[in-house]
Structure formats: structure tokens, C-alpha cells
């Protein structure tokens, strides 16, 4: 789950990481009365979950409280678009007035989990305020990175030599190690899954703050804070992604045209993978999970056909928990309820699969059948019209 990034900085605070003063605003009143509050001085900040912002508009510096209304007046309502956002952008609805600072450096840190290795990595590197993935490309050397095991956690001696490998020293270099660890009793405490602070800024006065933060937190641990869930802006949010998930289907839409229905992550990213080799373009990506029953194929479905670029749905089931057969009275009710009329390809094995072949052999719908992943994955090509397109 991904927060703002006034809420992600509260969050930091609320474990001793030092922030600038600033206060969200949803309204140009609101950000004259919170410019007044601060100085005059601000930096006015679009908040939308994504980075780029700056590059795009969305945030401008004040030089005082009826600048900064004006500038707010601007910003709230417009679209902003960003690398990150695609070219449809997001509207912005909030904003974040900050505090100016008179900065001396910016420097990068970041906090996330390295899956190859098992276990989190902290980053850090000097050229902050730079886009982080253009500097790994082409300068990766420029990135130094600490392990971390799990069991041990970051120990105070690696924060140090991480603040030395980014060129810090003294009062500064302190100040970072301590940060550090505070960044990581943070994304230990809330099951983060990412801090990301970029720029890390030293001020004049060798101060040492985050000026800006991203934190995504695990939405498998939101159980354990239950704090945490006021914290989701479903307007930032696809609103079928939102509605599958009402349903507990996990669903990302993509821009293809072959909608995929399949149990399991792993055979779902095996699925799309396949309609990419057979030439196709998945429009989503979506686990209907292992004990999937008809009304939850009803609703994948509903939500599949929703998005208007699927011109053919691909089913993908390994049969375990979730028998051959019990799939195909779904998915036969679920296209004669809703009267679906893209042609839908189903590739099923293990439990009851024979059983389940003759349901859909007797319901004389528009099903395609096939034996194999790749069989399934050309003829959604094909029926796609992708094909045409290679």
C-alpha cells in the first residue's frame, strides 16, 4: 500500500527521523493560513503517489503566504503528469506546505527489500535529488549498498560506514548514521516493504533532514496495524483494482488485450509471459487465488470485462483447491449471466479436468478449449487479432 508523502514523513517522525515543518492542505485557504504558520517562505507540493513531480509542476517554491495561495490555486485541480503517472496523470486533490530551507547538498537514501538475497538492503549515494534509476544505469558505482540480516538488524557501525561512503563528516555524517537507524527501527516497526527518502538534505546549519519520503507498506501486515489502513487514498487507486479487491482478487491492469483469469501468482506471471512469446499483450494480471469459487469467477469476470481493451479472456487454472469442474460451472453461469461476448480460451488440468471439458463441450458456448499453456496463449493471440499486429 502506498501513502502520501506528508503521511509517509509523520510516519518517519513518529520514530525520531527529523522532517521539515510542513502541514497538508486541501484547500487555498488553508495553504495561506499553513504559509503564514511557517515563515512566510514555503515550498508548496503536489501530493499524488508518484515521483517526477517537480519535473512536472507540482512543486514550486513561495516566497510568502499569498504567493503560496496563489501557487496552491494553480496545483490543486490540475493534472499532473509525471514519468511515473503515464500520460493520463493524476488529479490533485492535496498538497503539502513546507517549510524552505536553505540547502547545502542533497544526498539519496533508500530501504527496501533485495529478493535475490533474502534480506533488506539500505542505499545511499550522493547524487541525490537525481533520479535514482538514470544513476544505477549509467553510474551504479555511485550507489553504496549495505545487507542487512534479518536477525541482527542495521548495526550502528554500518549506518557510520554508509555515511562515510557518500562523503559526510562530522556533525553531518553523525547525524545521517542516526537517521539511519531510525529510517530501519521505522520500516521494521510498520512492515515497510520501502522507505525511500530522495533528496536526504544537509542544510547550511548541518542539519541533517528528510525532505522528501515514499514508504510502501506491506499490505499483508496491515492486520497488525489496523492504524495504518485510514492511510490508503482509493483516489490514487484503479478503480477496478479497488474493486477486486472487495472481492479478494488480486488484479493489476496492464494495456493489452488478452484479460487473463488464473489460480496462483506464479502460474499468473508464467501466463503472462507466454501471451508476450506468443505476441500478445496481457491486459492484467489477476489471481483469483487457489480456493476460488463460482461467484468469485463471477466477479473476476465482471471486473475483466470492464476494462473495454480486452477483446478475449484467457483462463489458466491448475485444478487443486479449486477442482476442473467446479471452474467450469463458474465460469458457464458467469458468461451466461453476464452475457459475455468476447471469445474466452480455457486451459485447465488436475482435479475432475475431464469432467470439467465435457460441461464446457456442452454448454455450446463460445469457448475455446486447450491442452497445453502455450496452445492456450496462441489462440488468445490469434482471436485477439494481436497477430496481425507483429
Known amino acids: 500500500m502506498k501513502i502520501h508523502e506528508y503521511q509517509a514523513k509523520a510516519l518517519l ?5 527529523p522532517v521539515p515543518r510542513s502541514e497538508p492542505v486541501f484547500s487555498v485557504a488553508e495553504a495561506k493560513g ?9 515550498v508548496v507540493k503536489a501530493q499524488i503517489h508518484a515521483g517526477g513531480r517537480g519535473k512536472g509542476g507540482g512543486v514550486r517554491l513561495a516566497d510568502d503566504a499569498l504567493t503560496a495561495a496563489a501557487t496552491a490555486d494553480q496545483i490543486l485541480g490540475m493534472t499532473l503528469v509525471t514519468p511515473q503517472t503515464g500520460p493520463n496523470g493524476r488529479v490533485v486533490s492535496r ?3 513546507e517549510e524552505g530551507l536553505d540547502i547545502a547538498s542533497e544526498l539519496y537514501l533508500g530501504l527496501l527489500i533485495d529478493r535475490a538475497n533474502q534480506r533488506p538492503v539500505l542505499m545511499a549515494s550522493a547524487a541525490g535529488g537525481m533520479d535514482i534509476e538514470q544513476v544505477a544505469a549509467e553510474t551504479p558505482d555511485q550507489i553504496h549498498r549495505i545487507s542487512i540480516a534479518p536477525g541482527l538488524g542495521l548495526a550502528p557501525f554500518q549506518a557510520r560506514q554508509l555515511a562515510a561512503a557518500v562523503g559526510l563528516r562530522g556533525k553531518p555524517a553523525a547525524l545521517a548514521a542516526a537517521l539511519m537507524l531510525r529510517v530501519w527501527q521505522a520500516f521494521v516497526a510498520r512492515d515497510a516493504s520501502l522507505v525511500e527518502i530522495n533528496p536526504l538534505v544537509v542544510t547550511a546549519d548541518e542539519e541533517v533532514l528528510a525532505l522528501d519520503a515514499k514508504v510502501t507498506l506491506d ?10 489502513r485510514d492511510l490508503r487514498d482509493l483516489n490514487e487507486e484503479d478503480a477496478l483494482e479497488i474493486e477486486a479487491s472487495k472481492h479478494s482478487l488480486s488484479y493489476i491492469r496492464l494495456d ?3 484479460g487473463c483469469m488464473v489460480n496462483g501468482a506464479g502460474l499468473a506471471m508464467a501466463t503472462m509471459d507466454i501471451i508476450k512469446l506468443s505476441g500478445g499483450e496481457p491486459a492484467n494480471f489477476l489471481d483469483v487465488g487457489g480456493g476460488a469459487n463460482a461467484e468469485q469467477i463471477r466477479n473476476a ?17 491448475f485444478g487443486g483447491i479449486l477442482r476442473c469442474d467446479v471452474l467450469a460451472e463458474g465460469v458457464i453461469t458467469a458468461v451466461t449471466d453476464l452475457g459475455v461476448e468476447v471469445p474466452v480460451v480455457i486451459r485447465m488440468e488436475g482435479t475432475n479436468v475431464e ?12 469457448f475455446t478449449t486447450a491442452d497445453s499453456m502455450g496452445e492456450g496463449a496462441q489462440h488468445a493471440v490469434r482471436l485477439s487479432g494481436e497477430e496481425a499486429g507483429r
Open 13 to 17: 517522525a513518529e520514530h525520531g527521523v
Open 34 to 42: 499553513a504559509a503564514k504558520r511557517l515563515g512566510g517562505r514555503v
Open 95 to 97: 498538497l503539502l506546505i
Open 219 to 228: 499490505d499483508n501486515a496491515l492486520f497488525r496495524h489496523p492504524d495504518l
Open 256 to 258: 493489452g488485450s488478452i
Open 301 to 317: 469476470f465482471r471486473i475483466l470485462l470492464s476494462d473495454d481493451k480486452v477483446r478475449v479472456v484467457l483462463i489458466n487454472i
Open 355 to 366: 469432467e470439467g471439458k465435457r460441461m464446457l463441450r456442452e454448454s455450446r458456448l463460445n
